[in-house]
């Protein structure tokens, strides 16, 4: 681009309306992609790269890099288009449609639009260039004969799969794969010398190294052998495989932690409450292998007061260390049958951060004092070092509680005034639940039971008995204590949301309703418990349980949010996150906790 051009056009990004934007979020900013979209429509004509760069005086490489990242990610968002001719220009929004690609096994698709709007179909044609889980933009070709909206591909923005599970065959001196992936319906061809060791009908991970194109599937080679059709574990090896879960630690991870031993050190139970001599107890399931949350009670003179714990992860997981990478790459635990990939190492999930029974263990507690009626009257949260005084089960505390299992019962004699105190508590805060109208629908869980070589024996349904009750009510409210804590002091934080039912979908449950003869009460802004109320009438009937499913589908779907909208379905003003949480909480203080004891 000429001088006189760039002084005609006079961009420069000093004048980006977005600068004070761009400088916050960035060290060294550039110009805003607002203020590059204005300079291509101000021109008139695609530019490059360079004329962009000319165009904004960038010239330092550190300024060029930066402006070509932002072009990519320009480019894979649809908000420009790289031509042939190795420039940018502007897409016509009107015409052209940005979306993820989503495979069928028949060899057809669609596109799922950023914008939210209606899916468009993709023919088999169209899909050839593509693999599922693509990025592309299309352009609306028509309407097909059952009048959905027909794409065309105009561009591939983005490619998002680079490896594919599945299975080798080897047929008239053709080696292919046929992926696991029924999304993906093309196989690939593996090159010439590139199956290695793999055999016919191993299950193996072919790496795409030629993306397909309209006229040539993908092309591939075997970077790894799982091993034969249906072994032992294969269908865990495969699910890992297929959906790229990270299951390797990173060497500078494990450099990270070499220095954590099993025990906790003296020095990091310092400033800390001494909850050691409190009979806390874990209550899980017989499979559970690691124990979050511990759970003690006392009577007091006005009611009782709870002690719920987790481990505490923070002291553990600093800000933006390697351990702190990982666990936002991993997310969350992925768990299987009889396997689990940890979110954290297991020096950590099953031993410092798991409240193992007679051992020493940092904790984050809520301690609530709730009245006789189950009203929470205050809360606070402290960290504390705690002791667990035993590992129990759903079942052992079942059936000491309800059932009266003597010989539990005396196993357990020193916990058993604790335990009771429990089950007394819970019993009053069932009461206050069921009179607010939260919800506790008659779902039906299962858990797998495998026989020899891993092999799925039987599928057993899960008795959900009041142990399960009782935690679960006392994680809520220490749940719901979280919450108000955070709101009171304006802390940043992400609720669980959830909120009553659209006026389509109440239309719905109430036309499904009167064709049953069954009447639901609450009018236009029904409320738990009128939901409570319709499934306690039809409980005996032979179809409640599909009455039940289309009452839970008539509710809007709980997502997570900062914003404080309470929860429906729990009839609470406000939520925090399950567990109250270990995230919440724990990096809660991590990151705000010197504040806030200092304001102390």
């Given at each position: 681009m000429s001088s006189k051009s760039k002084k005609d056009v006079d961009f420069n990004s000093t004048k980006d309306p977005y600068a004070q934007r761009e400088a916050e979020k960035y060290e060294n900013p550039i110009p805003s992609r607002e203020l590059?979209?204005?300079?291509?429509?101000?021109?008139?004509?695609?530019?490059?790269?360079?004329?962009?760069?000319?165009?904004?005086?960038?010239?330092?490489?550190?300024?060029?890099?930066?402006?070509?990242?932002?072009?990519?990610?320009?480019e894979r968002d649809g908000q420009l288009l790289f031509n042939r001719g190795q420039q940018y220009c502007l897409v016509n929004n009107k015409d052209l449609i940005v979306g993820r690609i989503i495979g069928h096994p028949d060899g057809f698709g669609f596109v799922r639009p950023d914008d939210g709007s209606d899916d468009l179909y993709l023919s088999p044609r169209e899909m050839n260039p593509l693999l599922h889980n693509d990025r592309a933009m299309v352009r609306?070709?028509?309407?097909?004969?059952?009048?959905?909206?027909?794409?065309?591909?105009?561009?591939?923005?983005?490619?998002?799969?680079?490896?594919?599970?599945?299975?080798?065959?080897?047929?008239?001196?053709?080696?292919?794969?046929?992926?696991?992936?029924?999304?993906?319906?093309?196989?690939?061809?593996?090159?010439?010398?590139?199956a290695?060791?793999?055999?016919?009908?191993?299950?193996?991970?072919?790496?795409?190294?030629?993306?397909?194109?309209?006229?040539?599937?993908?092309?591939?080679r075997i970077i790894e052998v799982l091993g034969d059709h249906l072994a032992p574990g294969m269908e865990i090896e495969m699910a890992i495989r297929s959906h790229e879960?990270?299951?390797?630690?990173?060497?500078?991870?494990?450099?990270?932690?070499?220095?954590?031993?099993?025990?906790?050190?003296?020095?990091?139970?310092?400033?800390?409450?001494?909850?050691?001599?409190?009979p806390l107890v874990t209550i899980d399931g017989e499979d559970a292998r690691d124990f979050d949350d511990a759970v003690y009670c006392k009577r007091t003179p006005k009611?009782?007061?709870?002690?719920?714990?987790?481990?505490?992860?923070?002291?553990?997981?600093?800000?933006?260390?390697?351990?702190?990478?990982?666990?936002?790459?991993?997310?969350?635990?992925?768990?299987?049958?009889?396997?689990?990939?940890?979110?954290?190492?297991?020096?950590?999930?099953?031993?410092?951060?798991?409240?193992?029974?007679?051992?020493?263990?940092?904790?984050?507690?809520?301690?609530i004092l709730i009245d006789e009626q189950g009203k929470v009257m205050r809360s606070k949260f402290f960290d504390a070092v705690m002791r667990s005084h035993a590992r129990l089960t759903y079942t052992e505390v079942a059936g000491m509680l309800v059932d009266g299992d003597k010989v539990l019962a005396e196993k357990y004699k020193p916990l058993m005034p604790h335990l009771r105190e429990l089950y007394a508590l819970y019993k009053v805060m069932r009461v206050s639940r069921e009179q607010r109208g939260a919800?506790?629908?008659?779902?039906?869980?299962?858990?797998?039971?495998?026989?020899?070589?891993?092999?799925?024996?039987?599928?057993?349904?899960?008795?959900?008995?009041?142990?399960?009750?009782?935690?679960?009510?006392?994680?809520?409210?220490?749940n719901g204590a979280a919450a108000r804590f955070l709101n009171a002091k304006k802390i940043p934080k992400l609720l669980r949301v959830h909120e009553g039912p659209s006026a389509d979908k109440l239309l719905n449950l109430k036309t499904f309703l009167g064709e049953l003869g069954l009447k639901f009460g609450g009018g236009v802004n029904p409320t738990p418990l009128d939901y409570m109320h319709l499934v306690e009438s039809v409980k005996n009937r032979p179809d409640a349980h599909?009455?039940?499913?289309?009452?839970?589908?008539?509710?809007?779907?709980?997502?997570?949010?900062?914003?404080?909208?309470?929860?429906?379905?729990?009839?609470?003003?406000?939520?925090?996150?399950?567990?109250?949480?270990?995230?919440?909480?724990?990096?809660?203080?991590?990151?705000?906790?010197?504040?806030?004891?200092?304001?102390?």
């Open positions: 590059i979209l204005q300079l291509i429509e101000h021109t008139g004509k695609p530019l490059s790269r360079v004329d962009i760069a000319e165009a904004f005086s960038l010239e330092n490489e550190d300024d060029l890099e930066a402006l070509r990242r932002r072009l990519r990610a320009m609306v070709a028509g309407i097909d004969k059952k009048g959905r909206r027909e794409g065309a591909v105009v561009e591939i923005l983005e490619r998002n799969t680079h490896q594919i599970v599945g299975r080798l065959y080897k047929e008239d001196g053709f080696t292919y794969v046929v992926p696991d992936n029924k999304n993906i319906a093309q196989t690939v061809l593996v090159l010439r010398g590139g290695g060791k793999a055999k016919q009908g191993q299950i193996v991970i072919a790496e795409i190294v030629e993306q397909p194109t309209k006229l040539r599937q993908p092309i591939g879960l990270p299951h390797l630690w990173p060497e500078e991870l494990l450099e990270e932690i070499k220095s954590l031993s099993e025990e906790v050190p003296e020095s990091a139970k310092e400033n800390r409450v001494d909850l050691r001599n409190i009611g009782w007061k709870l002690l719920v714990a987790i481990a505490d992860v923070s002291h553990y997981v600093q800000v933006n260390s390697e351990l702190d990478k990982e666990a936002k790459n991993r997310s969350t635990s992925v768990y299987f049958p009889e396997q689990v990939i940890p979110m954290l190492p297991e020096i950590l999930s099953n031993g410092l951060c798991s409240l193992n029974p007679d051992v020493d263990r940092l904790c984050m507690v809520c301690e919800m506790d629908f008659d779902t039906q869980e299962t858990r797998i039971i495998f026989g020899i070589d891993r092999k799925i024996e039987k599928i057993v349904p899960v008795v959900r008995n009041d142990a399960h009750k009782l935690i679960e009510e006392f994680m809520i409210t220490a599909l009455i039940q499913t289309v009452l839970l589908r008539s509710m809007s779907q709980a997502v997570y949010s900062p914003e404080l909208k309470g929860h429906f379905g729990l009839a609470l003003d406000a939520y925090a996150l399950p567990l109250f949480d270990v995230i919440l909480i724990c990096w809660f203080i991590a990151l705000y906790g010197t504040a806030y004891k200092a304001k102390k």
